[in-house]
């Protein structure tokens, strides 16, 4: 299909407010401020240069910032997300799979500024791990995809049903499910079912800070982080982890493993409260005491353009 119609979908360009701010004062270090000062001119700067590029192509787009997304996102043949992982997951929860994204990544972390400043404080800046672009070949990457040489890669998503209900958002990357509160224990017990009804006769009780599944995409990030291990970029499994598990005994094996797209994991909540919180801070639903929660790959997928190197 030919890609004519685009949508820029833009991190707030000055995403440091504060540096504008009578807060700056309390930041006492002149290095961080440097940094920071650095890291919202690097972004600016490869904002405009997308605009730049865009302007010399056959195709028409329009910019919005990721903020003022709140409907899903229709009638464009591809977005292009500017920022890093946390703009595209952003993106990724107001389209299906009709519409294919590509991510810039436009401030990537610098080696050498990592290791000038780790004694000052943490100078990464943005890992870009589902982005296949940056300005140093973006408008390679756009003619490759203008002019059909490559193809975007079906990603895999989570999909859950509480109590029996969809929920409207998939997971990108990974679902946590805790008390929201994150000093308090989160009470639960899961099954491991078969489509085809067939449910496996060992239920799991934990007591612990929260249960993680994550597709390939989110292998990783937190649960890589955790202990877990990275999959295929393209598999439909999914991976989970019970978090910080309190008096496993037997059940220890059974923490941390992973299960096939036909299959789907149950979930009962046994605490008063609980969140479910799908990729970071992105998206979160309550959870009560006796609720049920269905985890699945049972969703569409998201056709993102991926660097070369995954």
Not at 212 to 228: D, H, N, P
Request: aromatic share 6%.
């Amino acid at each position: 299909m030919a890609i004519r119609k685009l949508l820029l979908l833009l991190k707030p360009i000055d995403p440091y407010p504060f540096l504008q701010s009578e807060s700056i004062s309390l930041i006492k270090n002149p290095q961080v401020l440097k940094y920071l000062e650095s890291r919202c001119k690097v972004h600016r700067n490869a904002t405009n240069f997308c605009q730049e590029i865009l302007n010399k192509k056959a195709v028409e787009w329009k910019p919005i910032s990721r903020n003022d997304v709140s409907n899903p996102i229709r009638d464009v043949d591809m977005v292009i997300t500017v920022g890093g992982d946390g703009t595209l997951l952003h993106a990724s929860h107001f389209l299906d799979d009709s519409v294919p994204v590509l991510g810039v990544n436009s401030d990537p972390t610098q080696a050498h500024e990592v290791e000038e400043l780790s004694d000052q404080f943490d100078a990464s800046r943005s890992t870009g791990h589902l982005c296949a672009a940056t300005v140093d070949n973006f408008e390679q990457v756009l003619d490759d995809i203008l002019n059909e040489r490559v193809v975007p890669s079906k990603v895999s998503r989570i999909s859950v049903k509480l109590n029996s209900e969809p929920l409207l958002s998939h997971a990108l990357n990974d679902v946590l499910i805790a008390h929201p509160c994150p000093a308090a224990v989160s009470r639960f017990s899961f099954k491991i079912k078969e489509k085809d009804g067939y449910t496996s006769p060992k239920t799991v009780n934990c007591r612990s800070s929260g249960l993680r599944v994550c597709t390939a995409a989110g292998s990783t990030a937190a649960m890589l982080s955790a202990g877990g291990f990275v999959m295929p970029m393209l598999s439909r499994d999914l991976q989970f982890m019970v978090r910080e598990p309190i008096s496993t005994g037997s059940t220890v094996t059974q923490m941390h493993s992973s299960f096939k797209p036909d299959q789907s994991m149950d979930v009962n909540w046994y605490s008063d409260h609980g969140t479910i919180y799908m990729d970071g801070c992105q998206v979160r639903y309550n959870v009560q005491l006796g609720d049920t929660v269905e985890i699945s790959s049972d969703a569409p997928v998201l056709n993102v353009f991926l660097s070369k190197r995954l």
